[in-house]
């Protein structure tokens, strides 16, 4: 039988008190209420939760006899904790101006938080590493957590939105994060799975602030851009380029039928060389609200929102799961590459510059085989993936600028002379 | 923000086609760059474009007629239209709706911006002459 409560503390938060020179101080209990789930704390948490109770911190052992009535205990106390040693505590519960002792449960320090990835990762390599995530809707959140869950170090955040009700069927944030910025409420959910890790968090619209843009590139290894619209995608594709960084831009098409994944590496194709081939329709993106849509301009702003409503069609969480499960490994591979770890065989196998994924047989997938006997030809719930060649002339990553002149256009204008009499 | 490089070859391109033109580069050095095109039709009025260059190539550029064009009933063409191919005016100028999101690319120069402007005031004209909506000439951007 499981003793309750269940009470925790954090190894790190020893070793505090233990490398200041106090005898005592004071720390905060939060009790999930009804669950008999204690967190002990010396510093008070940044989002609190459930009941808050009054902590003594003492240095030493516990000097009095087991049960024994201690008078100066005072009643505001819900427990005493006794620091024996940095790795080492007793906590007490008072009850009735009485000790009893209960069972402590450690929060691992920094050093052991991840050993249980080591030999899948190199968790001490990824620790030192750096990845900035820009857009935090539902690609974004999952690949943050997945990737402090992973044990990155170091994140720099950026998004300009909260949360709001049409996020949540696909967002990691719940109900109680609504009107949030996405960077705050990410960053807890980053430190709620890495407590150590260095969060930077920038509630700014990146296309407005390049010169801060351009700044945090140069920290990151690698910038994931899950954002939906093609301007904040240029302005990081062009950064990418000068500063010949690594770059992962993912995203869904309509109603997450499918979705697709674009990597960038330095010297290679960039995300301007992607558009106009034949792999990617910029038509396709998914609109997954009517206020992205009118900012990002694929909705036009002569369209009523009656009519806009009926263009914003998002798909399921499962849907972009798989998009933000290839984005995730793909991150991992690169900020592990050369390194002996047990994801260095994906070197191999993940080699192409775009990746493709369909959830359903819709729209653009139509024609695809169906899953059973599809064999060679294209079917639903498989990854493809395409190298894609290198623009010559492309504007955002050559050296030769050759711009599109609009031959096109320049032609029908030299036609309009014969139309001057058009009745 | 264009790069040297970029404004290099917007202007390699105006030289070359619009060689006899006087266009300008306006507040190149500040946060709200623009450059100005005179415009003369087949019918040979003359207007001037102007293309604003703060987030160019990246984003889609707004492009204005600088003055307050008027539809052949007299409305003042100075709100989003569909039909008349117009977005929400500023600086009291009309604003040409010339490019759709998803044809948007970074490869496009201003020369091509400037000849879409240019068919979209012949077609003005034809409205003028003949009562139909643009969109009656006009096919839309995606």
């Known amino acids: 039988m499981e003793e309750l409560p269940i009470i925790y503390i954090d190894k790190e938060e020893l070793k505090e008190f233990c490398s200041q020179d106090l005898s005592e101080k004071e720390g905060i209990s939060y009790e999930w209420e009804k669950e008999q789930v204690v967190h002990i704390k010396l510093n008070p948490s940044l989002h609190s939760f459930g009941r808050i109770g009054k902590v003594a911190f003492q240095r030493g052992d516990f000097p009095f006899p087991y049960g024994q009535s201690v008078p100066w205990i005072k009643d505001e106390?819900?427990?005493?904790?006794?620091?024996?040693?940095?790795?080492?505590?007793?906590?007490?519960?008072?009850?009735?101006?009485?000790?009893?002792?209960?069972?402590?449960?450690?929060?691992?320090?920094?050093?052991?938080?991840?050993?249980?990835?080591k030999g899948i990762l190199e968790v001490n390599i990824l620790e030192s590493k750096r990845v900035m995530i820009v857009g935090l809707g539902s690609f974004g959140s999952q690949i943050a957590i997945e990737l402090a869950k992973a044990g990155v170090g170091s994140f720099s955040l950026f998004d300009f939105d909260r949360i709001e009700l049409h996020n949540l069927a696909r967002h990691t944030c719940t109900i109680k994060d609504l009107g949030r910025l996405k960077t705050d409420a990410i960053y807890d959910a980053i430190v709620g799975k890495n407590p150590y890790a260095h969060v930077d968090k920038f509630p700014i619209d990146i296309n407005k602030n390049i010169p801060l843009l351009n700044e945090e590139i140069s920290k990151a290894d690698i910038v994931i851009c899950a954002t939906d619209n093609n301007k904040s995608r240029f302005n990081i594709s062009?950064?990418?380029?000068?500063?010949?960084?690594?770059?992962?831009?993912?995203?869904?098409?309509?109603?997450?039928?499918?979705?697709?994944?674009?990597?960038?590496?330095?010297?290679g194709p960039c995300y301007c060389c992607l558009i106009g081939t034949e792999w990617y329709d910029t038509s396709a993106e998914e609109i997954t609200n009517i206020g992205s849509g009118r900012r990002n301009g694929q909705i036009p702003a002569y369209v009523s929102d009656e009519d806009a409503d009926a263009v914003v069609q998002v798909g399921l969480s499962s849907d972009i799961e798989p998009i933000c499960n290839l984005m995730v490994k793909l991150t991992l591979m690169e900020l592990s590459r050369g390194e002996d770890s047990g994801i260095s065989c994906l070197e191999d196998e993940l080699v192409y510059d775009y990746y493709m994924w369909?959830?359903?047989?819709?729209?653009?997938?139509?024609?695809?085989?169906?899953?059973?006997?599809a064999g060679n030809r294209p079917?639903?719930?498989?990854?493809?993936?395409?190298?894609?060649?290198?623009?010559?002339?492309?504007?955002?990553?050559?050296?030769?600028?050759?711009?599109?002149?609009?031959?096109?256009?320049?032609?029908?204008?030299?036609?309009?002379?014969?139309?001057?009499?058009?009745? | 923000m264009m790069t040297p490089e970029r404004l290099q070859a917007e202007k390699d391109v105006l030289k070359r086609k619009l060689p006899c033109y006087d266009y300008r580069f306006l507040d190149m050095e500040t946060s709200k760059p623009y450059i100005v095109l005179p415009a003369k039709t087949n019918r040979g009025n003359i207007y001037t474009i102007r293309i604003e260059l703060d987030e160019f190539p990246n984003e889609i550029p707004k492009a204005f007629v600088t003055k307050m064009l008027k539809t052949k009933l007299g409305k003042e063409?100075?709100?989003?239209?569909?039909?008349?191919?117009?977005?929400?005016?500023?600086?009291?100028?009309?604003?040409?709706?010339?490019?759709?999101?998803?044809?948007?690319?970074?490869?496009?120069?201003?020369?091509?911006?400037?000849?879409?402007?240019?068919l979209w005031l012949e077609m003005y004209e034809l409205h003028l002459q003949t009562g139909h909506n643009m969109d009656y000439y006009l096919n839309h951007q995606e």
Not at chain 1, 238 to 247: A, D, H, I, S
Not at chain 1, 358 to 373: G, I, K, Y
Not at chain 2, 85 to 104: A, D, V
Request: neutral net charge; proline residues 3%; hydrophobic residues 35%.
């Open chain 2, 77 to 118: 063409m100075n709100d989003c239209s569909a039909s008349m191919h117009t977005l929400t005016s500023e600086h009291g100028y009309t604003r040409i709706c010339h490019y759709g999101y998803s044809s948007w690319t970074p490869m496009v120069s201003l020369y091509k911006i400037y000849v879409k402007c240019r």
């Open chain 1, 379 to 423: 079917t639903i719930l498989r990854w493809y993936g395409a190298y894609i060649k290198k623009v010559e002339d492309c504007p955002l990553c050559s050296h030769h600028i050759v711009l599109d002149e609009g031959e096109e256009y320049e032609a029908k204008l030299g036609e309009m002379t014969d139309m001057k009499d058009v009745d």
């Open chain 1, 238 to 267: 062009e950064e990418l380029v000068k500063q010949q960084k690594l770059g992962i831009f993912g995203r869904a098409v309509t109603r997450a039928e499918g979705g697709d994944i674009f990597r960038y590496v330095p010297g």
């Open chain 1, 77 to 117: 106390f819900s427990y005493i904790v006794y620091v024996l040693d940095e790795n080492t505590a007793r906590v007490f519960e008072v009850v009735e101006g009485r000790l009893i002792e209960k069972k402590l449960y450690y929060i691992p320090s920094k050093d052991d938080l991840y050993s249980r990835s």
């Open chain 1, 358 to 373: 369909a959830n359903r047989r819709e729209r653009r997938h139509v024609n695809w085989a169906p899953l059973p006997n």
